[in-house]
């Protein structure tokens, strides 16, 4: 079966590991690489790249054009509405969701000096940052992880903000500081690779074997949550569930102002039976409290600085 993927060092890893995960259960698979939109546009900031799945939609058209049976995926990056010809035929059992902070000289975020220059693209990082150290200097930082390294090394960065499961999934062993989920709540998904077939195909039947219910049900209720504030990936928006037994998931989601002056938060243990329900009726608070307005001025505001 061939899988299809993007061409950065982290995406093979990912797609390596599902062909791992493929082989040992006796499937064969070929590896075609696909550039997107997301790729080709490193010179800008992930908002101004225009519309939605900006990493995601020349691998959808692939494979409902026949080319490829199996597509990995950051599932953060697998917009809401998808084609109704494909499936997340599976979602592998989550990695660490936490950001991380990689400074040059190894100092912690209480440790940096006022005014450092802190790299992301990410508009959620960037609020949360500013939430809690507003005296920091927020500087774009698109590019993979080589690429960001090297910046950081070449001094344009005091430190970078990064997915720490994107570093372990690529096994590289640095001296980050780990971001706590209740300050730094994560963006929905983050930390799961999401797999992708045509619905009905045999793709789909031997790939939902890797499937994992619970990072399966826990991602749902994060994309649930935000559904109604329609914020994409131009808004400082957070959602991250977890389960802390066998029959209740912590649900956190959270919408920024882009300074991080403002927010609105929810924060409750929701049971497992009627998640779906319990999950919207939280998404519906959160635009109640005004997270649907942020969104729209945030979104304002990055098109008037465009």
């Not at 070929?30 to 790729?39: L, V, Y």
């Not at 209480?110 to 940052?129: E, F």
């Not at 963006?187 to 619970?214: C, F, K, R």
């Not at 329609?230 to 102002?257: H, M, R, W, Y």
Request: aromatic share 4%; glycine share 8%; net charge neutral.
């Amino acid at each position: 079966m061939i899988i299809g993927t993007r061409g950065s060092a982290l995406a093979l890893a990912q797609a390596d590991i599902v062909a791992r995960m493929l082989a040992d259960r006796g499937i064969e698979t070929s590896r075609k690489i696909i550039k997107t939109t997301g790729d080709r546009f490193t010179d800008r900031p992930l908002h101004e790249v225009a519309g939605v799945g900006a990493f995601v939609r020349e691998l959808d058209d692939r494979m409902v054009e026949g080319f490829i049976e199996i597509a990995v995926h950051s599932m953060k990056d697998l917009p809401t509405v998808r084609p109704k010809e494909l499936t997340t035929s599976a979602v592998l059992e989550r990695d660490s969701p936490h950001d991380v902070l990689l400074t040059r000289d190894g100092a912690k975020l209480d440790d940096l000096p006022k005014g450092a220059v802190i790299g992301t693209t990410s508009m959620r990082r960037r609020a949360q940052l500013l939430r809690y150290r507003p005296d920091l200097h927020i500087k774009d930082l698109r590019g993979n992880i080589n690429t960001r390294m090297k910046k950081l090394e070449d001094g344009h960065y005091d430190g970078i903000m990064l997915a720490e499961a994107g570093l372990q999934r690529m096994k590289w062993e640095l001296d980050v500081e780990r971001l706590d989920t209740e300050r730094f709540c994560p963006s929905a998904n983050q930390g799961t690779i999401a797999v992708v077939t045509p619905a009905g195909s045999e793709a789909e039947t031997v790939t939902s074997q890797l499937n994992h219910a619970q990072t399966r049900i826990a991602t749902e209720i994060e994309r649930i949550v935000i559904k109604d504030v329609e914020g994409g990936c131009t808004a400082p928006i957070g959602s991250f569930s977890q389960f802390i037994n066998n029959d209740e998931v912590k649900v956190l989601a959270e919408v920024l102002s882009l300074d991080g002056t403002r927010q609105v938060r929810i924060e409750e243990v929701i049971p497992l039976e009627d998640y779906h329900n319990h999950a919207s009726r939280l998404g519906k608070e959160l635009v109640a409290m005004g997270g649907k307005d942020l969104v729209k001025e945030a979104v304002s505001k990055l098109r008037i600085n465009k």
